[in-house]
């Protein structure tokens, strides 16, 4: 049974628009989440994260959210731009160390001009 | 700097052969991970090495994989033998420290194809 889940593979949106991205994972217990960016050919880039503590960390134009009654993340782009579109995949430490990251199966985001 | 090189870029062997991949991580990172990606979905954690040591082997999928990390720098993972399964993009990473939560800097991957 898959720990973190990405529910969309993929998202369309016009340049200048908001884009939404959603995770949703299983255990409580969870305490910290990533989003990584992955373009082709490329490996994953870390992007932003958040701590169990917040309900919201922002850098730039990346806002990332944290609702822990539904177990869900959602990451937020304002305004997209067309070097936004890759695949970007939510992932959580799930090991005691904190190391071992589980990832969801990445949507991934075209962003049109 | 450089960032996590790996090598080859892309692989494409028989079923029954053997493929060894590399991986460098950045200088100075005493950890270095392997996951891999398997038809487009999520990305997996095969291992954790801390120097030449390994710390958690959980999601090594059998025991065709051995991963080495002889002299606590670059890393090998050998696929011994190889089976259609076994195709996918495997990544490395790696980071400074030990730590919970410390950022992970992946390389590129290596795509593998088994025919």
């Known amino acids: 049974d898959q720990q973190v889940k990405q529910n969309s593979p993929s998202l369309s949106v016009q340049e200048g628009r908001i884009s939404i991205l959603n995770c949703d994972y299983t255990n409580s217990m969870f305490d910290y989440f990533l989003w990584y960016k992955k373009y082709p050919a490329e490996g994953p880039t870390f992007l932003i994260s958040i701590s169990s503590i917040k309900d919201k960390n922002e850098d730039g134009r990346f806002t990332v959210f944290l609702n822990k009654s539904a177990k869900h993340l959602s990451l937020h782009i304002v305004p997209s731009q067309p070097g936004d579109s890759a695949v970007y995949f939510c992932a959580v430490p799930t090991n005691n160390a904190g190391n071992m990251l589980t990832f969801g199966g990445g949507t991934r985001l075209m962003v049109k001009p | 700097e450089a960032g996590v090189t790996q090598f080859p870029s892309h692989s494409v062997i028989e079923k029954g052969q053997t493929v060894t991949l590399r991986c460098d991580p950045i200088s100075g990172h005493d950890n270095l991970y392997w996951y891999r990606r398997v038809m487009g979905k999520e990305i997996k954690f095969l291992l954790h090495?801390?120097?030449?040591?390994?710390?958690?082997e959980s999601g090594m999928p059998n025991n065709r994989f051995l991963a080495e990390r002889t002299g606590g720098t670059y890393s090998t993972l050998k696929v011994q033998p190889a089976e259609l399964e076994d195709s996918g993009v495997y990544f490395c990473?790696?980071?400074?420290?030990?730590?919970?939560?410390?950022?992970?800097?992946f390389g590129p991957g290596t795509r593998l194809t088994v025919l």
């Open positions: 090495f801390v120097k030449e040591s390994k710390q958690d």
């Open positions: 990473a790696s980071s400074q420290w030990t730590s919970a939560y410390n950022e992970q800097f």
